[in-house]
């Protein structure tokens, strides 16, 4: 019985000891202060945002976080004052037991690049607005005529199938909405333009425009064509240029 009791008040000394330790350590390391701060990108295209950027974002009880306690560091606050610059899609804040602060940046990924009555702006693969930067001007289509988050949604669909063809990610340069919700792409390679339509059966219209482009890019013929018009059911119809004198 004795043996049993004694065994029980050293199992409470020892938790005792342990929890002091951990709280003494605990306390210790908070009254450490931030030693320094480092921004790391994911790998990939990140050209609007830079490391300073980013550093006059970790601001907490209106100062900069380096060289204040760790124990008062608040890790959600500052994560939530990165992700309101429009720039940044997703980040997360941690601290090192060296007292480091290091902030985890995926940067936006501009899809196109909306212009219209005294405004412009990038949207992304969710349809979210992203400002003109200063930094930083992305190769993206230029895209008017679109006046409503129904009609990004409907623009992502359409710039996401023209990325993944190669060819046709190069090509097609800007993009306009008619007020007859048709589509009018203006490309690289000439003067000419392409009317697409409406945003249906858009499979089978890329496929005619890549067939037609197969036979028009050899035989140069498609340096003749004012417009190549792909809309109509299982058909191209072309507007060749007016010669001199015609």
């Given at each position: ?74 890790l959600h606050l500052l994560e939530t004052n990165v992700l309101k610059n429009p720039y940044v899609e997703k980040a997360a804040v941690c601290l090192t037991i ?127 064509y004012k417009t190549i018009n792909v809309k109509y059911h299982n058909q191209v119809v072309c507007t060749k240029q007016k010669q001199n004198g015609e």
């Open positions: 019985m004795m043996k049993t009791i004694a065994t029980y008040i050293s199992f409470i000394m020892l938790l005792f000891f342990v929890g002091f330790l951990y709280g003494f350590t605990a306390n210790k390391n908070g009254v450490k202060k931030v030693a320094n701060t480092v921004v790391e990108f994911e790998a990939g295209d990140n050209n609007f945002l830079t490391h300073s950027m980013i550093d006059k974002l970790l601001i907490q009880n209106k100062k900069f976080v380096k060289n204040q306690p760790k124990r008062v560091v608040n060296n007292g480091e602060l290091k902030t985890f940046i995926k940067q936006r990924s501009p899809l196109a690049r909306i212009v219209g009555n005294n405004t412009s702006y990038y949207v992304d693969k969710f349809g979210m607005k992203i400002p003109l930067s200063a930094n930083f001007s992305a190769r993206v289509p230029l895209v008017s005529g679109i006046n409503s988050t129904e009609d990004i949604s409907e623009l992502i669909t359409l710039i996401e199938t023209i990325k993944n063809n190669d060819f046709l990610s190069k090509e097609i340069i800007a993009i306009q909405k008619s007020t007859e919700n048709e589509y009018l792409f203006t490309v690289r390679s000439g003067a000419y333009k392409i009317v697409f339509g409406k945003l249906e059966n858009v499979a089978i219209k890329f496929k005619k425009l890549l067939a037609f482009y197969n036979k028009a890019l050899i035989d140069k013929t498609i340096e003749n």
